[in-house]
C-alpha cells in the first residue's frame, strides 16, 4: 500500500501561496476540489480520457486526476476559477459566453483550460490546429461546434454567421386557439395543483421567483421557464429566479422526460404567471384609482400614464401568500405581444459554468462533510461471500465499512481516502459469480427468435390480438426487404453518478442530479422503510443525461452510507467503471422491413416488425419491487421491476413505429421481448432512434428502387404541410451536392426527417460526408439542420439542442455500442467505449422555422431519429454500399465494400 503520510505542502495557486496537508500521492484534483475548495476542474474518468479535470501548470494542461499533488513542485497552478478577475472574464471565459458554449457544463471548465493552454501557445491557430489541440476533450452534450466557436472568438477570428437561422414561414398551421378558460383544459400540472403560491412567489428584494416540478438535465429548461415568466409579468429576466424540483418547495411533476417540460411545465408556469399578472392588476387598480385597462406593466412597475401614480409587484405581493388558484380566467398573452420569448438569451447558468462556480452535486459542500464509495459485484447477480473489512478500517481516515448483504460501501473523512479503502475492500472480498451473458456475437439473433409477444400498432398505438403474417401484394412490381439493428447504447454521462444524504434526527435529506426527485422519494421510502414524509430530496443540476441513468442509482447508495453514520452528510461518487458497467442502457433492437413498389414506382405496401425489450425500468410501486440498484443485494433484496410492454401511442420500442409518410397500406408490427440480458431502461428518444433510422434507410432504398430523387420522394407522400416545409428549408439551406475530393475519398449526402412521437418537432437533417475507400473511416462534413418547434422560445437555446442531439446521434451511429463477454461488461472507460471526439465533429447549421402562436414542441430528442438515417443514405450515396447494422465501423464499411452482406447479423 502506498504511503498515505499527511504532510505539509506549499502550492501556489491562482497567484496565491496556499498551504495544504494531504498525503503527497494524492491526485492534484482532489486537493484542488476537496482542500482549496475549487470546484471548476472535474472528476470525469479518473483515467486522463476525458479532459475534464484540466489545470494549468506551469503553463501546461495537466490532467489533475493523473497527477500526484507532490509532482508539482513550485510551478504555479491556474484553474478556471483563477482566470476572470473581478467582473472580467478572461477572453476564453467571455467567448464562451457569447457562443453559448455549453449544456450540461460539466465539460466546460476543461475545456476552457485546454482552449487557453492552445491560445498562449498559438494566439492564432488555424481551425485544424484548433480541433487537434481540442480533440483530447471529451463533450457528451454535443457542443464541439459551439466550443470550436469559441476558441476562434477567442483567438481573434469569430465566425460572421451564427450556427442558426431563423426563417419565416407560410402559413403552415391553423392559428392557435383563444387560451382555455375551462379548468379540464389547463396544463396537467395545473390540474394536480392550481394553487398558485406553488408555482410562484414575489419576493421583498425586487425579484420574482417561479417554481417548476422539471429538472436541469442540460436541456436548458432554467431559462426558458424564467423567460416565459418573465413575458408574461413583464419584468426584466434578471429579476426572475427560478427553484428546479425540490420535494419541500416546488410542484410534483414526475419525471422530467419525453421532451415535454415546456409543453407542461412551461405551460403552467405561462398560466400562473399570467395569474399574478391578472392579480396584481386586479389590486393595483383600485390603489391607483385608475381603469384597469388604463393601467400599463413596465419592469414589474404598474403605472397609471395619465395620473402619474405607480405600483409594484413587490409593493403589493411582497413576501406574502397570494392565496389564489389558477383557474384559466388569466388568459396568457398572444404571440403578437412577446417581449422576450422567441429572442435569444444565454443561460442563466453559463457564468457560473465558465467561472467554475460550485454548481453540480458533485460540488456541494456541508459542513462536516464525509466521502463515500460503494464496491460493485463483478458481474450481475454476483453475491458476497466474504470481505475483510478490517483490512479497509486500517487505511487512515475510514470511519465506517458498511455491509448490507451484498451491498459493500466505504465512508471516509476525505475523498481520496475513500478511493483507497474502496479499492483494498474490493481486493479482498470473494463473490459468488452471476449467471453468465448470453453471447453478443449472437445477440439480434437471438432476439428474433425468442419469446417475445407481437402486437400490431394502429394510429402509434398497440392493439392486443391477432398479427396478420408479412405478405406482398400480387400487384406489387417490386418488393424489398432489409433488416436494421442498433446494439445496446450508453447514456455515459461525462460525470460518473454522485449523490449527497445525511440522516439526522429519523429525517433524511437527498441531494440527487435525478430526473424526478418526487418519483426517487417515493422509492428511497420504499427501500429503507421510511415514510415520505421523512424524506426530502432535492435536484442539483448533474453531468448531461437524458434518460434513466445512475443517478437514482447513487442516491440509494448514498443513503444506505448516510444511515450508518447519522448526522454527517455523505459525498457519494461513482467511479467511470461504476458508470459504465451498471447503469441502465438503452435497449438492443432488431428490424425487419418490407415494401413494395407498383410499376410506376409508387409505395402500395409497408410493413415494419421491430423487435425490442422495455424501454422503462422504472418502479411500479410493487411491493418487494425496486428499481434502485443496491437494492438488489441488500439482505433483504428487493426485486427488480419487470419489464413490461408499454401500451400507450408513440411509447417504448414503438415510438415513431409509424411513418408519417401516407403510404396506403401498412401493417406495423411491435415485438415485445419480456427479459434483456442487460440492465435496460429509459435512453433519449427511447424506439424512436432506431425506429426512424429503419424507416428513412427504407424510404431511401424504396426511392432508388423507384428511380426517384429521394427528397422528391418523400415529399411525394407528404401531405402535412408543416413537415413539408422543414424537409424543403432543410434541402434549401443545403444547396449543392458536395463534389468527391479525388484520391480515396468518396463524398455523399443523404437526408432524413421525422415528427418525434408524430406529434411534437419536425426535423429534418442533410448529412455531408466523405468515406475513405481504403480505411472505411467516415468522416463528417457538415450537417444541415431544420426544426420545427412551435412557438420559440429561446431559438439559440433551441438550435444548441439540435446541434448537440445531432452530435450524440451521429456518435451513436459511429461508434458506440456496450461490449460484453460471458463474464462482464466490458465497455468500461471512453477507449473501450469510444464516443465521437472533437476532430470528428461537422460544421453544423440549423434552420428555426418560427411559429408564433403555436404550441411549444418538444425538441430535446427530435434529432436523434433522423441522424442515423441521414448518415447511412449520405454512405450509400457516396460508396453505392448500405450500411443497415449501427455502429458504422471502418470494418463494416470495408465489409460493405468487399461484398459482405450487412443484412446478416
Not at 440 to 465: H, N, S, Y
Not at 591 to 609: A, F, K, P, R, Y
Amino acid at each position: 500500500m502506498p504511503s498515505t503520510e499527511l504532510r505539509e505542502i506549499t502550492l501556489l495557486v491562482n497567484g496565491q501561496m496556499r498551504e495544504v496537508r494531504v498525503d503527497t500521492g494524492t491526485p492534484l484534483l482532489y486537493v484542488l476540489r476537496n482542500e482549496l475548495g475549487l470546484k471548476g476542474a472535474k472528476f470525469g474518468c479518473g483515467l486522463g480520457q476525458c479532459g475534464t479535470c484540466k489545470v494549468l501548470v506551469g503553463g501546461e494542461a495537466v490532467l489533475a486526476c493523473r497527477t500526484p499533488v507532490e509532482a508539482v513542485g513550485e510551478r504555479p497552478i491556474i484553474t478556471v476559477e483563477g482566470l476572470s478577475s473581478g467582473d472580467r472574464l478572461h477572453p476564453v471565459q467571455d467567448a464562451f459566453m457569447v457562443e453559448n458554449a455549453a449544456q450540461c457544463g460539466y465539460c466546460t471548465s476543461g475545456m476552457i483550460i485546454a482552449a487557453k493552454a492552445l491560445l498562449d501557445k498559438q494566439p492564432q491557430p488555424d481551425d485544424d490546429e484548433i480541433r487537434a489541440a481540442m480533440t483530447p476533450n471529451l463533450c457528451r452534450c454535443g457542443t464541439y461546434e459551439r466550443v470550436f466557436r469559441a476558441v476562434r472568438r477567442a483567438s481573434g477570428r469569430p465566425l460572421p454567421d451564427p450556427v442558426y437561422s431563423q426563417w419565416e414561414v407560410a402559413e403552415t398551421a391553423p392559428a392557435q386557439p383563444e387560451a382555455p378558460r375551462l379548468a379540464d383544459e389547463l396544463p396537467a400540472p395545473l390540474l394536480r395543483t392550481p394553487e398558485l403560491d406553488a408555482w410562484v412567489r414575489v419576493n421583498t428584494d425586487g425579484t420574482i421567483t417561479v417554481f417548476t416540478g422539471k429538472v436541469e438535465l442540460g436541456q436548458d429548461i432554467r431559462t426558458s421557464v424564467a423567460m416565459i415568466g418573465a413575458d408574461e409579468l413583464d419584468v426584466d429576466l434578471s429579476r426572475i429566479r427560478v427553484v428546479m424540483a425540490d420535494t419541500g418547495a416546488s410542484p410534483n411533476e414526475g419525471y422530467t422526460a419525453s421532451s415535454m417540460s415546456l409543453e407542461t411545465s412551461g405551460n403552467a408556469v405561462r398560466y400562473a404567471t399570467a395569474e399574478l399578472r391578472r392579480l396584481a392588476l386586479d389590486v393595483a387598480y383600485e390603489e391607483l384609482e385608475a381603469p384597469r385597462d388604463r393601467l400599463l406593466i413596465e419592469d414589474g412597475t404598474i403605472s397609471d400614464p395619465v395620473t402619474g401614480r405607480s405600483t409594484t409587484y413587490w409593493h403589493l405581493f411582497g413576501g406574502r401568500t397570494l392565496g389564489s388558484r389558477i383557474t384559466g380566467v388569466a388568459r396568457p398573452k398572444p404571440a403578437a405581444a412577446y417581449a422576450v420569448l422567441g429572442q435569444p438569451q444565454p443561460r442563466l447558468d453559463l457564468l457560473a459554468k465558465v467561472t467554475g462556480q460550485a454548481h453540480f452535486v458533485h460540488d456541494l459542500e456541508l459542513p462536516h462533510m464525509v466521502h463515500g464509495r460503494v464496491v460493485r459485484p463483478p458481474n450481475y447477480g454476483a453475491r458476497l461471500l466474504s470481505v475483510d473489512g478490517d483490512v479497509a478500517k486500517q487505511v487512515p481516515g475510514v470511519l465506517a465499512v458498511v455491509r448490507d448483504g451484498s451491498f459493500l460501501g466505504v465512508i471516509a473523512e476525505r475523498e481520496e481516502q475513500a478511493v483507497r479503502a474502496v479499492a483494498v475492500l474490493e481486493a479482498g472480498a470473494t463473490w459468488e459469480p452471476g449467471p453468465p451473458l448470453p453471447p453478443q456475437a449472437t445477440l439480434f439473433q437471438d432476439m428474433l427468435t425468442g419469446p417475445q409477444q407481437a402486437f400490431l400498432l394502429d394510429e402509434g398505438r398497440p392493439v392486443v390480438g391477432p398479427v396478420p403474417p408479412v405478405a406482398a401484394p400480387a400487384e406489387a412490381a417490386t418488393t424489398l426487404q432489409a433488416t436494421y439493428a442498433r446494439p445496446y447504447h450508453m447514456h455515459a454521462s461525462l460525470g460518473p453518478s454522485a449523490a449527497v444524504a445525511q440522516l439526522i434526527d429519523g429525517k433524511l435529506t437527498v441531494w440527487s442530479h435525478s430526473q424526478g426527485p418526487y418519483p426517487l422519494r417515493t422509492e428511497l421510502a420504499q427501500v429503507l422503510g421510511m415514510p415520505e414524509s421523512a424524506i426530502h430530496a432535492i435536484h442539483m443540476d448533474g453531468p448531461g443525461c437524458y434518460g434513466h441513468n445512475g443517478a437514482d442509482d447513487a442516491a440509494m447508495d448514498a443513503a444506505l452510507l448516510a444511515r450508518a453514520l447519522p448526522g454527517r452528510p455523505v459525498a457519494l461518487k461513482w467511479l467511470r467503471a461504476d458508470e459504465h458497467a451498471w447503469e441502465p442502457y438503452g435497449p438492443a433492437t432488431v428490424i425487419q422491413m418490407q415494401g413494395s413498389l407498383s410499376e410506376n414506382g409508387d409505395v402500395i405496401d409497408w410493413n415494419h416488425d421491430v423487435w425490442g425489450y422495455g424501454h422503462s425500468a422504472r418502479s411500479s410501486g410493487a411491493p418487494g419491487s425496486s428499481s434502485l440498484l443496491a437494492s438488489w443485494y441488500l439482505d433483504a433484496p428487493f426485486d427488480p421491476p419487470q419489464l413490461r410492454p408499454m401500451m400507450g401511442p408513440e411509447s417504448g420500442v414503438h415510438r415513431n413505429a409509424t411513418p408519417l409518410y401516407t403510404f396506403p397500406r401498412r401493417r406495423i408490427v411491435k415485438h415485445f421481448l419480456p427479459g434483456s440480458p442487460l440492465r435496460v431502461s429509459a435512453l433519449r428518444g427511447l424506439g424512436t432512434y432506431a425506429n426512424v433510422f429503419a424507416i428513412e434507410s427504407f424510404v431511401d432504398e424504396l426511392a432508388r428502387a423507384a428511380g426517384a430523387d429521394p427528397v422528391d420522394f418523400r415529399l411525394r407522400y407528404l401531405e402535412e404541410p408543416r413537415a413539408r416545409a422543414v424537409l424543403e428549408a432543410a434541402v434549401t439551406k443545403a444547396g449543392a451536392r458536395p463534389q468527391d475530393v479525388g484520391g480515396t475519398q468518396a463524398c455523399g449526402r443523404g437526408f432524413a426527417f421525422s415528427q418525434y412521437k408524430n406529434r411534437q418537432c419536425y426535423v429534418a437533417v442533410v448529412v455531408d460526408l466523405c468515406v475513405d475507400r481504403e480505411t472505411g473511416r467516415i468522416r463528417l462534413e457538415r450537417a444541415v439542420l431544420a426544426v420545427d418547434a412551435g412557438q420559440i422560445v429561446n431559438p439559440d437555446g433551441l438550435s444548441n439542442q439540435i446541434e448537440g442531439g445531432f452530435t450524440q446521434a451521429a456518435s451513436w451511429t459511429l461508434h458506440e455500442q456496450v461490449t460484453f463477454d460471458e463474464h462482464t461488461i466490458i465497455s468500461t472507460d471512453w477507449r473501450t467505449y469510444p464516443i465521437l471526439r472533437f476532430r470528428e465533429a461537422p460544421v453544423i447549421e440549423t434552420v428555426l422555422l418560427d411559429q408564433p402562436g403555436q404550441p411549444f414542441l418538444g425538441v430535446g430528442e427530435g434529432t436523434h431519429g433522423p441522424v442515423p438515417g441521414a448518415i447511412g443514405n449520405a454512405i450509400f450515396d457516396a460508396l453505392g454500399v448500405r450500411l443497415r447494422r449501427i455502429p458504422f465501423t471502418p470494418d463494416r464499411v470495408l465489409d460493405a465494400l468487399s461484398e459482405f452482406d450487412p443484412e446478416v447479423l
